[in-house]
């Protein structure tokens, strides 16, 4: 499975960024998807996740009421709306695929990963 991020960019504190990631080359709905996050310094964190039909979320706690993920598995797409974004929030974003079948968090329960797109939230 390949995993493509984009609508990476530059924001203002408070303004919003929608990603997007495109994936291709599996069964699009036979994974869970996640989105992880990578600030400079620091570990690689989970940031949201979402069952292969989409009736499931589960989210970072600092992120949720602000963040939302959402696919659509007929054209193999997985979405972070992202609002009121904070300064913190600034981070490489990266998009996973896993084969199992809980939301899960932790990085190694994910089997594919894209490149990531960078956000960055100015005060």
């Known amino acids: 499975v390949q995993l493509v991020e984009s609508g990476g960019g530059l924001v203002q504190a408070g303004g919003s960024l929608r990603l997007s990631c495109a994936a291709s080359g599996g069964t699009f709905s036979s994974y869970v998807m996640g989105w992880f996050r990578q600030a400079p310094g620091k570990e690689r964190e989970f940031v949201a996740a979402i069952t292969r039909t989409g009736g499931g979320t589960r989210y970072l706690d600092s992120v949720k009421g602000r963040f939302t993920i959402s696919r659509d598995n007929a054209k193999n797409m997985v979405y972070l709306q992202m609002n009121s974004l904070k300064p913190e929030d600034t981070a490489v974003y990266y998009c996973?695929?896993?084969?199992?079948?809980?939301?899960?968090?932790?990085?190694?329960?994910?089997?594919?990963w894209g490149q990531g797109t960078q956000v960055t939230v100015s005060s």
């Open positions: 996973a695929a896993s084969v199992r079948v809980g939301l899960g968090y932790k990085i190694g329960e994910y089997n594919y």
